[in-house]
C-alpha cells in the first residue's frame, strides 16, 4: 500500500520542479534580453497625450524643473525664511514643487523644482534666455505677454487695492479722489498700467513693495495701489493705513513659458487642474491665507462641478463651510516683523560674507582683465599705425560713452538672440573688463605720456632696443604714475558690481536689498554692508601708497 501512495506524490512533486523550472527559465531569458520593466506611471490626464508625454521626458531630462523668480519680492510670493534666511519659502514656492510632485507621477521619474533668484523685471528676458524652465512670480495674465509667451490657466485671482493713511479717510473715498495726489505702486506691474489707462501723471513706481507703504506712513506719497496679495503681508498689518471697500480691476496669475514649450505649457495646465481638483491648491492658498471666493474664477470650465468642490465651493459658487477660516498651520501675516526679531547678526552676516566673496572675485577677475586690456589698448594709440590708432580711439571713446548696465544687457540678453549665450559670471567679467579698460586705457597712455623724452634716448643710446626700453625704463616709471588714478578706478569697480543683480548673479547689494526687504532692517543690514564694502576697498588705498613709498614715486 505504501508504493504506489509514494508513487503518487512522486510524481506529483516531480511535475511541480518542472513547472517551478520553466517559469525560472523564462524569468532568466527575459532578463538577459535586456528588457526590464518599468513601475507603472500615474494615469495620464485626459488633455495630455501619450506623445506630450515623450516630449516632455525629453524636455526635462536632467530631472529638475527650473523656475525663476526674485526672493527681494517679498511675501507671499518668495522670500527668505524668518527662522532661516537661507531658505526662499512663498506660496508660490509651495505651488511650484506641487507642479513638480505631479509632472513627476506622469514622468514616471523624479523632478524636482530649482528656484532661480532673478531680477524681477528682468524675468521675461531671463525665459528668453533659457535660463530657466518658467517664471512663477506674481506673472499677471494679459494680451501683451500672451502675445510673447504661452501662458498657463491661471493658479489665483485677485484685485489691486488703494490704501490712503487712515487720517484722510474722510476725504479719499474713490480712487478718483487720488487722481491729483501722488500714488505709489510697483513698476511694471498691472496696477501701473491701471493708474495709467485712468489718466493719473504723478505716479512713483518702484522696484519693491516694502517702499510704497514706507512712503505712505513717512507721507511722501498720498496712496499706494497693490495687488492684495501683497496688502495683506505688507498694507493691512500696520494700522496707520485705511484701504477702500471697492477693490480696482482684476489680476490672474500665472504661470509663463516660452513659446517652444508648448508641451510644457500643457503639462502644467494638466497639473494645476489636478492640484484643482485635489484640493492641494486650496489648502496652499488657506496655508497662506489667500483662499477667498474670488478663486471661483480658476474654475474651468465654469461651473465645474469637481473644481469647484476641490477650491471649497458648492455647485453654486458659495464656499463651504469652514474654509474662510484660517487653518491652524496657516502662515503668519506678520512674517516680516518675524524676520526683524529673529535674524541675528549670527544668521544673516554669513549671507552678507558669501555675497562679498562673490563681489570680490568679480572684482578682481574684472580688473585683472580692464589692465591687461587698457594696456593693449594705450600701446596701440601711441604706437601702432595710424589706422591701429583710430581704432583704439574709438574703442575708448565708445566704452567711455556708453552706460555699463548698457554693456551688461547687450553681451548677456542681447547677444542670446544671436546663439552667443554667456553664462552670468563670464558676461560680468567681460562687461566690466571692457569698460574698465577704456580707462585704464587713457591712465596709462597718460602716465607713459609723462616720462620725459631723455630716459627713451638714454635707453636706446645704452643699446637697448625699442620693446626693451619700454619694458625695463619707461614703464616701470608710467606704473608708478598711474598707480593711484588705477587704485581709484579699483574701487569704484567693487561698487559698481552692483549691477551685476540685472544679469542675475546675486552679489553684495543684491543680498542686503533681499534680505532688508525681508526684514525691513535697513540700517542694520546697510552698516554691515558699507562695512564690507569698506573692508574690501580701503585696503587698496594702503596697498597703494605702501607701493607709492616703496618704489619711491613723487
Given at each position: 500500500m505504501l508504493k504506489p501512495l509514494f508513487r503518487f506524490r512522486g510524481a506529483k512533486l516531480l511535475a511541480y520542479i518542472r513547472q517551478l523550472a520553466l517559469a525560472v527559465a523564462i524569468v532568466m531569458l527575459r532578463s538577459s534580453s535586456g528588457q526590464t520593466a518599468e513601475p507603472p506611471s500615474a494615469p495620464v490626464p485626459a488633455p495630455l497625450s501619450a506623445a506630450v508625454v515623450k516630449q516632455l521626458r525629453e524636455r526635462l531630462a536632467s530631472g529638475t524643473l527650473r523656475w525663476g523668480g526674485d526672493a527681494?519680492?517679498?511675501?507671499?510670493?518668495?522670500?527668505?525664511?524668518?527662522?532661516?534666511?537661507?531658505?526662499?519659502?512663498?506660496?508660490?514656492?509651495?505651488?511650484?514643487?506641487?507642479?513638480?510632485?505631479?509632472?513627476?507621477?506622469?514622468?514616471?521619474?523624479?523632478?524636482?523644482?530649482?528656484?532661480?533668484?532673478?531680477?524681477?523685471?528682468?524675468?521675461?528676458?531671463?525665459?528668453?534666455?533659457?535660463?530657466?524652465?518658467?517664471?512663477?512670480?506674481?506673472?499677471?495674465?494679459?494680451?501683451r505677454w500672451a502675445a510673447a509667451y504661452r501662458l498657463s490657466r491661471p493658479?489665483?485671482?485677485?484685485?489691486?487695492?488703494?490704501?490712503?493713511?487712515?487720517?484722510?479717510?474722510?476725504?479719499?473715498?474713490?480712487?478718483?479722489?487720488?487722481?491729483?495726489?501722488?500714488?505709489?505702486?510697483?513698476?511694471?506691474?498691472?496696477?501701473?498700467?491701471?493708474?495709467?489707462?485712468?489718466?493719473?501723471?504723478?505716479?512713483?513706481?518702484?522696484?519693491?513693495?516694502?517702499?510704497?507703504?514706507?512712503?505712505?506712513?513717512l507721507g511722501r506719497v498720498d496712496a499706494v495701489l497693490l495687488d492684495s496679495p501683497i496688502t495683506t503681508y505688507y498694507g493691512r498689518t500696520n494700522p496707520a493705513f485705511a484701504f477702500l471697500a471697492a477693490p480696482q480691476g482684476e489680476v490672474q496669475y500665472v504661470l509663463a513659458v516660452a513659446r517652444r514649450d508648448e508641451p510644457l505649457v500643457a503639462a502644467l495646465d494638466a497639473a494645476l487642474g489636478e492640484l484643482i481638483r485635489s484640493g492641494q491648491l486650496r489648502d496652499i492658498l488657506r496655508r497662506w491665507r489667500l483662499w477667498n471666493s474670488a478663486q471661483t474664477a480658476l474654475v474651468l470650465p465654469p461651473g465645474n462641478a469637481t473644481e469647484l468642490s476641490g477650491l471649497g465651493f458648492d455647485a453654486a459658487g458659495q464656499p463651504v463651510a469652514g474654509m474662510e477660516t484660517p487653518p491652524a498651520d496657516a502662515t503668519d501675516v506678520n512674517l516680516v516683523a518675524a524676520s526683524a526679531r529673529d535674524w541675528t547678526f549670527a544668521r544673516y552676516a554669513p549671507l552678507l560674507l558669501a555675497a562679498a566673496g562673490t563681489t570680490v572675485t568679480l572684482?578682481?577677475?574684472?580688473?585683472?582683465?580692464?589692465?591687461?586690456?587698457?594696456?593693449?589698448?594705450?600701446?596701440?594709440?601711441?604706437?601702432?599705425?595710424?589706422?591701429?590708432?583710430?581704432?583704439?580711439?574709438?574703442?575708448?571713446?565708445?566704452?567711455?560713452?556708453?552706460?555699463?548696465?548698457?554693456?551688461?544687457?547687450?553681451?548677456?540678453?542681447?547677444?542670446?538672440?544671436?546663439?552667443?549665450?554667456?553664462?552670468?559670471?563670464?558676461?560680468?567679467?567681460?562687461?566690466?573688463?571692457?569698460?574698465?579698460?577704456?580707462?585704464?586705457?587713457?591712465?596709462?597712455?597718460?602716465?607713459?605720456?609723462?616720462?620725459?623724452?631723455?630716459?627713451?634716448?638714454?635707453?636706446?643710446?645704452?643699446?637697448?632696443?625699442?620693446?626693451?626700453?619700454?619694458?625695463?625704463?619707461?614703464?616701470?616709471?608710467?606704473?608708478?604714475?598711474?598707480?593711484?588714478?588705477?587704485?581709484?578706478?579699483?574701487v569704484a569697480l567693487f561698487k559698481d558690481t552692483s549691477l551685476v543683480s540685472v544679469i542675475a548673479v546675486r552679489e553684495l547689494t543684491k543680498e542686503y536689498l533681499i534680505l532688508s526687504r525681508s526684514s525691513l532692517k535697513f540700517v542694520e543690514l546697510g552698516l554691515l554692508t558699507a562695512a564690507l564694502y569698506l573692508a574690501m576697498s580701503i585696503p587698496l588705498g594702503y596697498l597703494s601708497r605702501w607701493l607709492e613709498r616703496r618704489w619711491g614715486a613723487v
Open positions: 527681494e519680492g517679498g511675501a507671499p510670493y518668495q522670500l527668505r525664511d524668518p527662522h532661516d534666511p537661507e531658505r526662499v519659502i512663498g506660496f508660490e514656492v509651495e505651488l511650484v514643487d506641487a507642479v513638480a510632485a505631479e509632472l513627476s507621477k506622469w514622468l514616471n521619474r523624479p523632478l524636482t523644482a530649482q528656484f532661480v533668484q532673478y531680477e524681477w523685471t528682468s524675468l521675461p528676458l531671463g525665459l528668453d534666455k533659457h535660463d530657466f524652465d518658467l517664471i512663477a512670480s506674481g506673472f499677471e495674465a494679459g494680451p493658479y489665483y485671482v485677485c484685485h489691486q487695492e488703494l490704501a490712503i493713511r487712515r487720517n484722510e479717510a474722510e476725504r479719499i473715498k474713490t480712487l478718483d479722489d487720488c487722481r491729483t495726489r501722488i500714488v505709489g505702486t510697483l513698476a511694471a506691474s498691472a496696477a501701473e498700467r491701471l493708474l495709467t489707462s485712468r489718466g493719473f501723471t504723478d505716479i512713483v513706481a518702484y522696484d519693491g513693495q516694502v517702499e510704497p507703504y514706507l512712503d505712505l506712513e572684482s578682481l577677475a574684472s580688473m585683472s582683465l580692464a589692465m591687461t586690456g587698457g594696456l593693449i589698448v594705450s600701446l596701440c594709440r601711441l604706437y601702432g599705425p595710424r589706422p591701429v590708432q583710430a581704432a583704439a580711439l574709438g574703442y575708448v571713446e565708445f566704452f567711455r560713452g556708453i552706460p555699463l548696465l548698457l554693456v551688461l544687457f547687450f553681451l548677456y540678453f542681447g547677444l542670446a538672440n544671436y546663439g552667443v549665450d554667456l553664462p552670468a559670471t563670464r558676461t560680468a567679467v567681460l562687461g566690466f573688463g571692457l569698460t574698465y579698460a577704456a580707462y585704464e586705457a587713457e591712465v596709462y597712455r597718460s602716465a607713459i605720456r609723462s616720462v620725459p623724452r631723455g630716459q627713451w634716448e638714454a635707453a636706446l643710446a645704452l643699446g637697448m632696443s625699442g620693446p626693451q626700453a619700454f619694458r625695463k625704463v619707461i614703464f616701470p616709471q608710467a606704473l608708478r604714475t598711474a598707480l593711484a588714478p588705477m587704485t581709484n578706478d579699483f
